[in-house]
């Protein structure tokens, strides 16, 4: 059923367990699931398809929630489709961690136009070291 799309970005097997991962997407199993602190930090991500072929056909700003190594919480304009991967660029202003790969996890309506996403980062980040980087150069920047 699923050889003719073993070159796509995921293999079979890639899709079969992102399936089963996002089937169990329910707020008790997520939360029991995280194995990292979550932080409240506010700075900018822009999403955009994690394709690079269709990385500019659209781009929209987005604000973090909170972060932890493996993902983060968005506040967003537009909703994020569960399942797909997308390209986030963070502002360096608070969090230095550039640009990663992350699934979209979870999508809900909040209110008209605004949307909470939560993602998972395909690659985890060590979060300590992006604030602290964070931190330092905003200490080398003051005279």
């Not at 998972?120 to 150069?137: M, T």
């Amino acid at each position: 059923m699923f050889t003719s799309y073993t070159d796509d970005l995921l293999g079979a097997m890639d899709v079969i367990e992102a399936l089963k991962e996002l089937s169990g997407n329910t707020e008790s199993a997520l939360i029991s699931a995280r194995t990292s602190e979550r932080i409240d930090i506010q700075t900018d991500v822009v999403i955009r398809p994690a394709n690079a072929s269709e990385r500019n056909r659209y781009a929209y700003q987005t604000m973090t929630v909170d972060v932890s190594n493996g993902g983060c919480m968005l506040i967003s304009p537009s909703p994020a489709i569960p399942g797909d991967i997308y390209w986030l660029e963070f502002s360096e202003e608070h969090l230095r961690v550039g640009s990663l790969f992350a699934r979209c996890m979870r999508c809900r309506l909040v209110s008209e136009g605004v949307f909470e996403v939560g993602v998972k980062f395909i690659v985890p980040i060590d979060l300590e070291s992006a604030l602290s980087s964070s931190k330092s150069n905003d200490q080398d920047a003051q005279p």
